[in-house]
């Protein structure tokens, strides 16, 4: 079993910037970031191999949205730029053994989240 703890969310003006961070409590496979807004469904957001040589992005954050990960530390980041406020979501961090799915379905475990919220 596979903990994970996210942090960095917060309130920032559109156009800004945040860093999300995802601890794990033990190594880990694949993984990903995806986010909630209220009354929407869970969507992707960004993914990442256990070596890093392979990350997968949503159109909705290419070019804006970095996702990055220490092994030595079990930590997984995802830094967000030119933050608007449609990114307004919570924002959760999930583990995969399976490639670099965009399916939630296909992660086994998953954080708490953090609320990132982005005003005009």
């Known amino acids: 079993q596979v903990q994970l703890v996210e942090s960095g969310g917060g309130l920032v003006q559109a156009g800004g910037s945040l860093r999300l961070s995802c601890a794990a409590s033990?190594?880990?496979?694949?993984m990903g970031w995806f986010r909630q807004a209220p009354g929407k469904e869970r969507e992707f957001v960004a993914g990442?191999?256990?070596?890093?040589?392979?990350?997968r992005y949503a159109d909705s954050g290419k070019g804006r949205f970095t996702i990055s990960r220490e092994n030595a530390k079990n930590t997984v980041f995802l830094e967000m730029n030119s933050l608007k406020p449609e990114d307004t979501a919570v924002y959760y961090c999930a583990a995969s053994t399976i490639g670099v799915p965009m399916i939630a379905l296909l992660y086994q475990y998953w954080g708490q989240g953090t609320q990132v919220t982005v005003s005009s």
């Open positions: 990442i191999s256990w070596n890093g040589g392979t990350t």
């Open positions: 033990g190594r880990t496979s694949t």
